[in-house]
Every structure is written in C-alpha cells, then in structure tokens.
C-alpha cells in the first residue's frame, strides 16, 4: 500500500444516510475472484438512475478524488468488496458523520481513508460542493485536517495512532508483518525440525 499524507481534489456529495455495503457494490459483483475491477459496480444499481450523483458530468474526472456521504456509511454486510469498488472507482477518502466499524476497519487496511466529522460540517461541506463542484478538498492525513480554501473551511478529525502510522507509512497487514522480518528469521533456526517450515 503507498503512504497517504495529503489528498487534494474534487469531491462528490452523496446526500443519502445508512448507505449500506450492498448498495455500495451490489452483491451480482462478488462472483469476481480478483480484488480489481470493482469500481465499475459502484453503487451499479443507482447509477442506472440518470440523475444519479455519479452521473452527473460536474462530478466527473480523474481529479474527483473524496466523496462526502451522509451518516453510518458503510453499513450492513462486512463484505470487503464496498471498499475497494471506492478505492477502483477513484476515491481515496470518504468524508462522513459516522461510518459502520467494520467497513471503517476494512477501508483502512487498504488506505481508503474515513474522516469522521460532525454532521453540520459534514452538510457544511457538501452544500459547498453542491453550490461549486469545482471546489477543492484538502484532506491532510498527516495533520488530520480536512480543509476547503475557497470557503474558508478548516477542521480537525481523529484517528488513532495506530492507523495514522499505517497510513502515513503506507503499510498494510503484510508491511506490517515485514517490520518484524529481522526476529522472524531469527527465531526460524530455532524452532523444532517437527514443526513446519516457512521455506
């Protein structure tokens, strides 16, 4: 997974609460053996609405990176699939009120990052990007900041040591098993020839 310090771009505003994990990816989209490919089933159901958010051409474009939903994002089901049609699709942080703790948790281990904050800043922002599509959101995972210049917006949003040391480090569970590469071959010699070997 590559280091995430700074994201800046455009933003899509989702106004929809308790957005679950099947409306994100569709379960028809979890035959798929590979974990690429999925962003062409985000929100698929929705998206044959052609009014539909996504749909719209102001919210278009490779610079379209933060999308901004309503609360308990990220609910239902604990399928994996939801963030990584986010992350295929484009996004690499979801600007919320509340996310579902297991989607939380399974967008961080692949950088997706999930900024929680108060559901008036969060209506804040997304009138913004309703008014100008073209504004540009600013989330600074190194400060834990999110920012809009143009309208002045500038806000804190936590995120525990843990994941924030991912993130800004880059590393998923195998970088983080890769830490500790040095001890695992130090302890290898030493354990009895019965068990088995990672050779």
Known sequence: MDAVTVIMGRAVPLDRRDVDTDQIIPSDWLKRVERTGFGAGLFSEW?????????????????????????????????????????????????????????????????????????????????????DPEIEIVVDVTNLRVAAPAIDFDEPFHLDEFHHHRLVNGLDDIGLTLQKADAIAAYEPTRPVWMPATT
């Not at 490779?62 to 901004?68: A, E, G, S």
């Not at 994002?73 to 992350?87: D, K, M, Q, T, V």
């Open 47 to 131: 998206r044959e609405s052609s009014d539909f958010v996504l749909n719209r051409p102001e919210f278009q474009g490779d610079d379209v990176r933060v999308l901004v939903a309503g609360a308990n994002f990220g609910c239902g089901s604990s399928r994996e699939h939801a963030p990584w049609a986010l992350e295929d699709y484009g996004f690499d942080a979801i600007v919320a009120p509340s996310f579902a703790d297991i989607f939380r948790n399974n967008c961080l281990k692949i950088g997706l990052v999930p900024v929680e904050l108060p559901e008036a800043e969060v209506t804040t922002l997304m009138r913004a990007i309703e008014d």
